[in-house]
């Protein structure tokens, strides 16, 4: 008997048919193959400048207690959030990392016979979660690489119980207009959830950003999600939280586990969540960064997609992934997107200046430019 087929059919069937996802590539995976000291990471959109001093100085203050459980509460940083948004502690629900969260939405409110809606392009994990709940997953075909409001508001169903938009979306960048976006989420049925995934919020221009936290009063369905793994630059501890009306949080805070928060993640948020110059730096660097790669594509006649994260989807006009493997060979690590149905592009997350050139020098020799 083939006792790995058997226990294969015992998984329930979304897990059956799911596609694990697949991470940026580590770099000690890289250095070890390539024997290669060098490598230049830019994959997985993770910070360039590495930790808050601050969030450091916390983890090594905490790093003498670490006998006892974390407080499950996370009182501290829900405070600190609290103060910061001016926002109740009740509306906060922390995850280990913002992807616990989606994965916490989907366990409190889909059973396999409804529906969740989100766009082409969109991240990962919506697909990811709500196939292991058995739930049906509706993909409404792209506008411009971005969410089509419109269509997606026309797919919802009596059957529709979560609705996921990222803004900024990754791994596109595309960023959605304030009113278009209160005005689809003002509009969906009382039987919808929506997800507001703003794992990027930070890196969006005055200009851009939504005052999302002002719709909370009047959409109780609204959750809003954000993280320390970006523009924190603490993706390694595994932080993030979502902002909602109490009774929502009332419900995500039954499913999760009681000690989702290490004890040196939530010291290190709540440290980094006061280091204002930290992120100032973090954002002009992006800024910076982000003009840099640009132009540096207009130069080769590549075009991108316009982006607010703190990454860019550059377009190859062919296949990416040969391009990919050149660019690994050369010690640089970038995302190819296939699997978001973009066969042609390389998504870069903005590095540090340093690592930005190093990576336009090696496209430019792989591009034989
Ligand atoms: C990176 C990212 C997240 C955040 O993941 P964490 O679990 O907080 O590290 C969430 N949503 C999107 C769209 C992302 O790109």
């Known amino acids: 008997m083939n ?13 059956r048919q799911l596609v694990p996802y697949v991470p940026g590539k580590p770099v000690e995976e890289l250095e070890r193959e390539l024997g290669l000291s060098k490598i230049v990471k830019l994959a997985s959109n993770e910070n360039p400048l590495g930790i808050s001093p601050k969030a450091k100085a916390a983890i090594e203050r905490v790093s003498s207690d670490l006998a006892l459980y974390p407080d499950g509460s996370g009182f501290h940083l829900k405070h600190a959030l609290a103060k910061k948004y001016q926002i109740a502690v009740e509306q906060i629900t922390l995850g280990n990392g913002s992807n616990e969260l989606l994965e916490l939405v989907a366990r409190t409110f889909l059973t396999p016979d409804l529906e969740v809606i989100f766009s082409e392009h969109a991240f990962a994990v919506y697909p990811l979660v709500t196939q292991a709940v058995g739930a049906r997953a509706i993909v409404v075909p792209a506008l411009n690489y971005g969410h089509d409001l419109d269509a997606m508001l026309a ?35 009382r039987h ?7 794992a990027y919020f930070e890196f969006v221009s005055a200009e851009g950003q939504c005052d999302s936290l002002s719709w909370l009063p009047s959409c109780p369905n609204l959750l809003i999600t954000r993280t320390f793994s ?17 009774e929502m949080a009332d419900l995500l805070n039954r499913v999760r586990q009681p000690f989702n928060n290490n004890s040196l993640a939530l010291a290190a948020a709540e440290a980094a969540l ?46 990416a992934m040969p391009i990919y493997q050149a660019l690994l060979a050369r010690g640089v690590i970038v995302r190819p997107v296939a699997n978001y149905a973009m066969p042609t592009f390389l998504r870069i997350s903005i590095g540090t200046a340093e690592e930005n050139q190093l990576f336009i020098s090696a496209l430019q020799a792989v591009l034989n430019v």
Do not use: H
């Open 3 to 15: 006792t790995s087929t058997a226990l294969f059919d015992l998984a329930v069937a979304g897990v």
């Open 230 to 246: 970006k523009a924190y630059g603490l993706a390694g501890l595994r932080v993030g939280y979502g902002i909602s009306s109490p």
């Open 274 to 319: 006061s280091d204002d110059e930290f992120l100032q730096r973090t954002i002009t660097t992006n800024q910076v960064g982000m003009r840099y790669l640009t132009e540096a594509f207009q130069q080769l006649g590549l075009s991108w997609i316009p982006s607010a994260g703190n990454f860019v989807a550059v377009d190859l006009k062919q296949t």
């Open 155 to 189: 797919s919802v169903t009596p059957n529709t119980r979560l609705v996921f938009i990222a803004n900024p979306n990754n791994p596109t960048g595309t960023l959605l207009a304030q009113d278009k976006l209160l005005a689809f989420i003002q509009a969906l049925p």
């Open 192 to 198: 919808v959830i929506c997800v507001l995934d703003e």
